[in-house]
């Protein structure tokens, strides 16, 4: 059974840092790009970042280019990302999510979402 | 980036009847065109991606079509477990991006 279990969320001051990391089995890890997808209360889903299986290529939503990092440690099945400059728009639950199929950057299985709150 | 424009914002519908969903992109996403189903306080589930393929355990009332810039998701007999936000995604190009979503509420 796939499962994603994401971790980290916190209530950060704006500046502040945060590193999530989402925990994935079930499944070759290596095999499958992974993304983080974000939603702010009450609002709709938005893509953050992605990674490919092999980690060698990365991409980033405009917003959060040069403050976030996305990366991956395929030894320990692990996604992360590093949140750096967070602002009070950065509010929202980040979900890790699995790509479907190689070449198809759609999301078969979703994590249950980590909390990241930016205020003072 | 490519807009992913999705209408209605809210459609009521009853029981037992169609449900026709809209999704428009601002530039042309070819079939790379996916759409999710999300109830509150839950991950968002896949339904449709290819622009009219099932997912795995998707029940055959979820229906996509289109190409390019326009797509529909149907729903074609409503049931209590539908009502719910829907939201199209294109993969087409980076960024990937979202609709911002219908909410299909019951009438």
């Known amino acids: 059974e796939v499962q994603l279990l994401e971790s980290g969320g916190n209530l950060v001051q704006p500046g502040g840092s945060l590193r999530l990391s989402c925990a994935a089995s079930?499944?070759?890890?290596?095999?499958?790009?992974m993304s983080w997808v974000r939603q702010a209360p009450g609002k709709g889903l938005e893509w953050v970042s992605g990674i490919s299986g092999n980690g060698g290529s990365t991409y980033y939503a405009d917003s959060e280019k040069g403050r976030f990092t996305i990366s991956r440690d395929n030894s320990k099945n692990t996604l992360y990302l590093q949140m750096n400059s967070l602002r009070a728009e950065d509010t929202a639950v980040y979900y890790c999510?699995?790509?479907?199929?190689?070449?198809?950057?759609?999301?078969?299985?979703w994590g249950q979402g980590t909390l990241v709150t930016v205020s003072s | 980036e490519i807009v992913m424009t999705q209408s209605p914002a809210t459609l009521s519908v009853s029981p037992g009847e169609r449900a026709t969903l809209s999704c428009r992109a601002s530039q042309s996403v070819s079939s790379n065109l996916a759409w999710y189903q999300q109830k509150p306080g839950q991950a968002p589930r896949l339904l449709i991606y290819a622009a009219s393929a099932r997912a795995t355990n998707v029940p055959a009332r979820f229906s996509g079509s289109g190409s390019g810039t326009e797509f529909t998701l149907t729903i074609s007999s409503l049931q209590s477990e539908d009502f719910a936000v829907y939201s199209c995604?294109?993969?087409?190009?980076?960024?990937?991006?979202f609709g911002g979503g219908t909410r299909v509420e019951i009438k």
């Open positions: 995604q294109q993969y087409s190009n980076w960024p990937l991006t």
């Open positions: 079930g499944f070759t890890f290596t095999t499958y790009a």
């Open positions: 999510a699995k790509q479907l199929i190689v070449g198809a950057t759609v999301f078969d299985y």
